[in-house]
């Protein structure tokens, strides 16, 4: 996926995403309504041109083992029809899948755009919440699940109905009676499909799906997380927990089998060919021996009873298909209705690039407020380091301008405006960032640094990377900058933020939020966010989260934040020369005199 396809593709459920609003199914499929129905014309067409080759081997043989001189122009007629049947048949067929696979590939990639364009949307505290296993498995293997529901189970269904349909009203015009008697095999099978939709299968099913979602976060979690989990001797625990995940499948899909496979050996005694034909024959026997049938009149039901059998064999074969279909939908549709952050109606344009906190409170979780009544403003032009403790508040303030969150009380306002009502594509043209974990994308590194400026020459590219402190690195991978990351080249932590910083530069946003990497601390990052902070400020409004001296010395003003709140506040040189809270903290981490 890339970041275009993130950032909003075009297809046909775009807009159906509606806040909130799950679409219906029928509505993420209406779309194809014509090429549905297509399918399932040209299927019946089919299915129902098989049937005449049947039919005419039947009356051929009831006509030719009937008394009496046979009528050759009907003899001929009905072998014609049986061919033409015939290759009617394979031409329609043939295109039905042709087509049928067509809709399917186009139901797949659109239903994928839309997820994927969905994902691009939603706020990211609800990303946070999910596991990646499982959002992998609602755009892989749930989109690919709803292919037999879409394509083909309808057109296979209504063909399996139709053709049994037709022979019925034949067989019906043979002898009414023995008619009945054919039916009595599908009559049983009938009785055991309720079988297969009591709650306690639907649950199995249910069951069977999460079990797959947890293999699916466990090897996520276990690739993710391999160099922690191998650094901390902990393989073989990531190991036990993937193999648990692994046999609570097995065991869950187990019991699914287990209900399943009783009910199927009943159908599959029932529908079997032994069975049906000997119910057709004692049947027929008794009516022949009592004189109500003739002989003849036995052939039709031998050569068209096993087909009557079609619709419960493909009930039973295509439910549990078309349950998982079901309940994949119905996953798709909620990942398509989670709502986007609120876009204002009318977005107005901030007047500059004033930012201001007013009494800002926020909890992610109702009742424990971790933003507690932050005041604060960033002028144009000046630098405001924010410092603290570890969960102090830093990160959520920081995570409060790009709307990651909205405040739970207070404004955010830029230039005046509430954010609220800014649209958020202006926002992110106005404001870029530098978070800690860098997320650089499997490109090319022109790529990864014009990520926000896609119209930006190589130029443009190269003076970022200067300014960033990465210029002479990327020249020394092997593509230089047209290197693809993760491919032919791996990047260290600081040379990653250096290329994020980079990118943020690039973005030409009036506001830069920095949220200083203390895991990185390496020279060259040091002197990148210096050189950063010391080119841009006299033209940008910018907010770094500082962990270290020089960062706090290069800022215009310092504010200390503790327990979610500002505890102290001023520039650089009256804080450290002051008793305050800032300079007891910094004391007791070890602080010193900025190099
Ligand atoms: N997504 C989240 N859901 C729930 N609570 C969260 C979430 N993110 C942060 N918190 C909590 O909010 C509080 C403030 O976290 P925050 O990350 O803003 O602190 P910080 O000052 O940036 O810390 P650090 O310097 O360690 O990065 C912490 O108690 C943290 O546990």
Sequence with gaps: MTATDLAGASTPFTSTATAGEPPSAARLLRPFAGSFAAVVVLQVIGAVAGLAPLLAVAELGRTLLSPGPVDRGHVWFVVLAGVAGLLVRLLFTAASAGIGHLVDDQVQLSLRRALAARLGRVPIGWLARRRTGELAKVVGDDVSAVHPFIAHAPSELVAAFVVPLVSLVYLFTVDWRLTLITLIPVVLAVALVPLMMTPARLREQEEFDAAMGRIANSVVEFVQGIAVVKAFGGAGRAHRR??????????????????????????????????????????????????????????????????????????????????????????????????????????????????????????????????????????????????????SGKSTVVRLLPRFFDPTHGSVT??????????????????????????????????????????????????????????????????????????????????????????????????????????????????????????????????????????????????????GKVAERGSPAELLAGNGRFASFWQSHGGGEPR
């Design 242 to 391: 993937f193999r648990t995940a692994t046999e609570d499948f097995a065991r869950v899909f187990f019991r699914w089998v287990r209900g399943l496979s009783v009910i199927a050996a009943g159908m599959q005694l029932a529908l079997s060919p032994p069975f049906v034909l000997l119910v057709v024959l004692i049947g027929g026997t008794v009516l022949i021996t009592g004189g109500g049938l003739a002989p003849a009149d036995l052939l039709p039901f031998l050569l068209l009873g096993l087909g009557l059998t079609a619709p419960v064999a493909a009930l039973g074969h295509g439910f549990d298909d078309l349950q998982a279909a079901r309940r994949a939908v119905g996953r798709i549709r909620e990942v398509l209705a989670v709502p986007s952050l609120p876009e204002p109606s009318q977005p107005v344009t901030p007047r500059g690039h004033r930012v201001e906190l007013r009494d800002v409170r926020f909890a992610y979780e109702p009742g424990h407020e971790v933003l507690r009544g932050i005041d604060l403003v960033l002028e144009p032009g000046t630098v405001t380091a924010l410092v603290g403790p570890s969960g």
């Design 414 to 563: 830029l230039g005046g405006v509430d954010l609220r009502e800014i649209g958020s594509r202006e926002l992110y043209r106005r404001v870029s960032f530098v978070f800690q974990d860098t997320v650089l994308l499997r490109a090319p590194v022109t790529d990864n640094i014009a990520l926000a400026a896609p119209g930006a020459g190589l130029g443009d590219v190269v003076r970022a990377a200067r300014l960033a402190n990465v210029h002479e690195r990327i020249l020394a991978l092997p593509r230089g900058y047209e290197s693809v990351i993760g491919e032919d080249a791996v990047l260290s932590g600081g040379e990653a933020q250096r290329i994020a910083l980079a990118r943020a530069v690039l973005a030409d946003a009036p506001i830069l939020v920095l949220d200083e990497a203390t895991a990185f601390a390496d020279p060259q990052t040091e002197q990148a966010v210096r050189r950063t902070l010391t080119t841009l400020n006299s033209e940008r409004t910018i907010l770094v989260i500082a962990h270290r001296l020089e960062t706090i010395a290069d800022a215009d003003t310092v504010v200390m934040l503790e327990h």
